[in-house]
């Protein structure tokens, strides 16, 4: 119906631990799934878990890709930050 190949479905709520991120790529067509992963972190590391999860989905797209090393700086390590998005 949406006319895509895949879909990421996730999910990030507040855990004990910080945050919960549970991620799944899904085959559009009949519902396999072609990659999961969850992660419990603290809040501050959310950027860490963002690069992991894109890498993880580049990955399962296309096996045997090599992933360079992000070249962009910036952001914040203060979880405050990320705080209002949860």
């Not at 989905?57 to 045997?64: F, H, M, N, Y």
Request: glycine letters at 10%.
């Amino acid at each position: 119906r949406l006319g895509v190949a895949t879909a990421l479905e996730t999910e990030v709520r507040r855990s004990a631990r910080g945050v919960h991120v549970a991620v799944r790529l899904v085959d559009a067509r009949d519902g396999t799934v072609r990659w999961r992963a969850t992660h419990e972190r603290p809040v501050a590391a959310l950027p860490a878990v963002a690069r992991e999860v894109g890498d993880g989905v580049a990955r399962s797209l296309r096996p045997g890709v090599s992933i360079p090393a992000p070249t962009v700086t910036g952001g914040t390590a203060d979880a405050e930050a990320y705080e209002a998005y949860l």
